[in-house]
């Protein structure tokens, strides 16, 4: 994967996603892994260190278990 990045001149991110179960798994639930709990929580950091690495800024400020959402009223 590595070798076909560096070959197409594309950026690589730093953190790795580990191939998880689990990764499978929250779809099938309709969920997100990092609503899976306990047995999801590896996998929950990962994906939280991926999208700080690669989205800084829509995780500025923002707490890990997400953003409270508020209506906008028009």
Not at 15 to 34: C, E, H, S
Not at 50 to 73: D, M, S, Y
């Amino acid at each position: 994967m590595k070798d076909a990045a560096e070959a197409l001149s594309l950026p690589m991110a730093a953190t790795a996603m580990t191939l998880r179960q689990i990764y499978a798994d929250a779809p099938g639930q309709g969920n997100v892994v990092w609503k899976l709990g306990s047995r999801a929580r590896e996998a929950a950091h990962e994906a939280d260190h991926l999208f700080r690495e690669i989205l800084p800024q829509a995780v500025r400020g923002h707490a890990t278990k997400g953003p409270k959402v508020q209506a906008i009223k028009g």
